[in-house]
């Protein structure tokens, strides 16, 4: 059916379906705040004859019900030093309740008490019951600054504590005074709160090792919960001339995943590939990336989708005004569709091309919350309303990456909007913009690869980004066929069956820049952990560590890594598999 024809058939057929859900962090660069939680009074309430009590609001269970001596009410003191945080413990002077500004000491049927160092008498004796000690109600008012409150029709006694003044937390480490270039350097934070509060430490100058000579001034500074600082504490570490390790050398021992570091590129690519079993299935690709600059309102790509599929768009603002993109999924035929949205990355705006194509895939390979969607016949919806806050100004881009599923047939329309515009509405109405770049429909894009030798003997490599022939696809717009030199969309998943303990990988750029992301064994790996990583760079990857205690011929552990090219990087890429042989000092 031509698009003429069906825009008349449908003009009178379109629902107009918002879903307004939100998605946290889709936006690029997002800053996040939190403020602290404002020192709030403690509130117990206790009834008598039962074991319930409720600690703010939140109710627990105690062993036993408040037990009730000659008329006197006793208070469980280790419940009321929980509540404030207080420490407990036994010496040869008493029972101790102490928090920083508050310090109390008891002693079993005595009346006299202790606080701040200072003699109190209580109106009756501490008592130890069922092995704990007690106090009686009233004391609280002259041990704790608090109160209470009793309810004789319900029988409830509410005690409210306030809260203590935060004190500031104090920041103290340890480092060697001086060290060689490439040594590793071992920092011991002996930063505390005096009222226990969490310790959010911040450094600067700190790095795990220096590759030039010099004095370098580290220096820490720490916030507890509530945003109180401490001082600056500082010292001072002299860098002499003599070399431990190259920085090549220094990260294959102690690097992190997604560390990056110069490497020699020539020798990289002399290494052996590794012998590989291979197969393509999985889903179908729309890709969206053409006119990748695109220079005002126009629908940039649509294509038809039945099957399980990804959606791959990128692209950049060229015109002078703010745009957004939006996808719009439209069911076209009699009967009603189920869509699901599986993972999910998108990232935007901004400026840098391999910022935001590096931020989708990163995101993408976080699992995502399905959604399901009914389509009913005739019906429009906005697949994904968040991209409506993502609005590009000038020269500013955004990628995303998602999975589709669906139980029939339903057109995907991928449109360049104004800030303003309703997706739904324009989506039959829209001109088709000039075709650029790469775009269209491939099929069994995913690969699986099954590396069939040990890995780590020897050196080796892996390449990716442009693997074999280049993928071929149609353009559902023109007919033609379209080419995706770089596998963008794509996911291909490597299965490492046997890898040698103390094995590095390291991913190593072939033909330019790159900034992504992979999976190994699960956990997101940014490459590189900031910045991006060139021919002459490789980025850390991960180590295949021996566990503690683990037999000398225990077989080591598979290793699973996803892979998926980001948008604007340069392709291929090696992954270079290099023996614990190599780094041995």
């Known amino acids: 059916m031509s698009r003429v024809n069906w825009i008349s058939r449908m003009a009178k057929r379109i629902i107009v379906a918002s879903l307004l859900v939100s998605l946290a962090g889709t936006g690029f660069g997002a800053k996040e705040e939190a403020n602290a939680a404002e020192r709030q009074p403690i509130k117990l309430v206790?009834?008598?004859?039962?074991?319930?009590?409720?600690?703010?609001?939140?109710?627990?269970?105690m062993t036993t019900p408040l037990p009730v001596v000659k008329g006197v009410t006793m208070i469980p003191v280790r419940t009321l030093a929980t509540s404030v945080g207080a420490s407990v413990y036994n010496d040869s002077k008493g029972t101790h309740i102490d928090t920083y500004f508050n310090k109390v000491t008891l002693n079993v049927n005595m009346r006299g008490a202790n606080r701040n160092g200072r003699y109190l008498l209580l109106p009756n004796a501490a008592m130890r019951i069922n092995g704990t000690m007690h106090v009686p109600l009233s004391a609280v008012k002259l041990l704790w600054n608090a109160g209470y409150v009793y309810n004789a029709q319900l029988k409830q006694i509410s005690i409210t504590i306030q809260p203590e003044p935060n004190v500031a937390p104090v920041a103290k480490f340890t480092a060697p005074l001086e060290v060689m270039?490439?040594?590793?350097?071992?920092?011991?934070?002996?930063?505390y709160d005096p009222d226990g509060k969490t310790v959010k430490p911040i450094w600067t100058g700190r790095k795990s090792t220096y590759f030039e000579p010099g004095v370098y001034t580290v220096t820490l500074s720490v916030y507890d919960s509530e945003g109180l600082s401490s001082g600056v504490v500082s010292q001072d570490i002299t860098v002499t001339d003599e070399v431990?390790?190259?920085?090549?050398?220094?990260?294959?021992?102690?690097?992190?995943?997604?560390?990056?570091?110069?490497?020699?590129?020539?020798?990289?690519?002399?290494?052996?590939?590794?012998?590989?079993?291979?197969?393509?299935?999985g889903r179908t690709l729309y890709m969206s990336n053409a006119p990748e600059r695109f220079f005002g309102e126009g629908l940039l790509y649509e294509d038809t989708l039945n099957d399980p599929s990804r959606l791959f768009l990128h692209?950049?603002?060229?015109?002078?005004?703010?745009?957004?993109?939006?996808?719009?999924?439209?069911?076209?035929?009699?009967?009603?569709?189920?869509?699901?949205?599986?993972?999910?990355?998108?990232?935007?705006?901004?400026?840098?091309?391999?910022?935001?194509g590096s931020a989708a895939v990163s995101r993408y390979f976080v699992p995502s919350q399905p959604r399901e969607i009914i389509i009913e016949p005739g019906?429009?919806?906005?697949?994904?309303?968040?991209?409506?806050?993502?609005?590009?100004?000038?020269?500013?881009?955004?990628?995303?990456?998602?999975?589709?599923?669906?139980?029939?047939?339903?057109?995907?329309?991928?449109?360049?909007?104004?800030?303003?515009?309703?997706?739904?509405?324009?989506?039959?109405?829209?001109?088709?913009?000039?075709?650029?770049?790469?775009r269209g429909k491939f099929f069994d894009t995913d690969q699986y690869i099954e590396v069939t030798e040990k890995v780590g003997v020897t050196e080796s490599k892996l390449r990716l980004?442009?693997?074999?022939?280049?993928?071929?696809?149609?353009?559902?717009?023109?007919?033609?066929?379209?080419?995706?030199?770089?596998?963008?969309?794509?996911?291909?998943?490597?299965?490492l069956k046997s890898v040698a303990y103390g094995t590095r990988i390291i991913l190593n750029p072939r033909a330019g820049i790159f900034q992504g992301a992979v999976t190994v064994n699960g956990k997101v790996v940014s490459?590189?952990?900031?910045?991006?990583?060139?021919?002459?760079?490789?980025?850390?990857l991960y180590t295949q560590l021996r566990p503690e205690g683990a037999a000398g011929l225990q077989a080591a552990p598979a290793v699973t890594i996803q892979y998926t090219s980001p948008g604007a990087s340069s392709l291929p890429i090696l992954f270079v598999f290099l023996p614990a042989s190599d780094f041995k000092s």
Request: glycine share 12%; charged share 20%; no cysteine.
């Open 465 to 495: 980004g442009q693997r074999g022939p280049a993928m071929a696809g149609v353009d559902a717009l023109t007919g033609g066929m379209t080419i995706n030199g770089g596998e963008y969309g794509a996911v291909t998943t490597i299965k």
């Open 527 to 540: 490459v590189p952990s900031g910045g991006h990583v060139k021919v002459g760079e490789g980025a850390l």
């Open 181 to 191: 270039q490439g040594e590793n350097i071992e920092y011991e934070d002996l930063s």
């Open 379 to 438: 019906a429009s919806i906005n697949l994904m309303p968040e991209m409506e806050k993502i609005i590009m100004n000038p020269d500013e881009g955004f990628s995303g990456l998602l999975d589709v599923d669906m139980d029939g047939e339903l057109t995907f329309s991928t449109m360049a909007l104004k800030e303003f515009t309703d997706p739904v509405s324009a989506v039959f109405t829209l001109p088709e913009l000039e075709k650029v770049g790469n």
């Open 46 to 61: 206790f009834v008598h004859g039962s074991k319930q009590m409720s600690l703010n609001g939140k109710t627990q269970q």
């Open 244 to 281: 431990m390790y190259s920085p090549y050398e220094y990260f294959m021992r102690y690097g992190n995943p997604g560390d990056k570091f110069v490497l020699d590129g020539k020798l990289m690519n002399t290494f052996k590939e590794v012998s590989t079993i291979e197969s393509k299935s």
């Open 315 to 356: 692209h950049r603002n060229g015109s002078q005004e703010r745009l957004k993109l939006a996808v719009v999924a439209t069911n076209k035929g009699e009967e009603s569709v189920k869509l699901t949205i599986g993972n999910r990355g998108l990232a935007g705006p901004s400026v840098s091309a391999l910022q935001f």
